[in-house]
Nanobody, 114 residues
Framework: QVQLVESGGGLVQAGGSLRLSCAASGYTFSNYRIGWSRQAPGKEREFVAS????????SYADSVKGRFSISRDNAGNTVYLQMNGLKPEDTAVYYC???????WGQGTQVTVSS
């Protein structure tokens, strides 16, 4: 059974940091690009960051560049999103996405208070 399970979300003050994790199971995690998307209340889902299967290439939305960092551990079947300098506009449900298989996790809530 394929699963992507996110963790690490929570409530943080503006300027704070969180580290999201996504643990994959049930398939070959290292085959494809993987990343994070988010959806804020009343808004469409948007791309946040992605990382190539080897981890050598990363991509970020302009809104998070310089503040967020994505990494992956293929041996541990886990992808991470380090979020620093959080802003209230980062408040959203964050989803882990395997772009090759189009697998999505259930999401983890991130709330940033001003």
């Amino acid at each position: 059974q394929v699963q992507l399970v996110e963790s690490g979300g929570g409530l943080v003050q503006a300027g704070g940091s969180l580290r999201l994790s996504c643990a994959a199971s049930g398939y070959t995690f290292s085959n494809y690009r993987i990343g994070w998307s988010r959806q804020a209340p009343g808004k469409e889902r948007e791309f946040v960051a992605s990382i190539s299967r080897s981890g050598g290439t990363t991509s970020y939305a302009d809104s998070v560049k310089g503040r967020f960092s994505i990494s992956r551990d293929n041996a541990g079947n886990t992808v991470y999103l380090q979020m620093n300098g959080l802003k209230p506009e980062d408040t959203a449900v964050y989803y882990c996405v395997d772009y090759g298989y189009d697998y999505w996790g259930q999401g983890t809530q991130v709330t940033v208070s001003s």
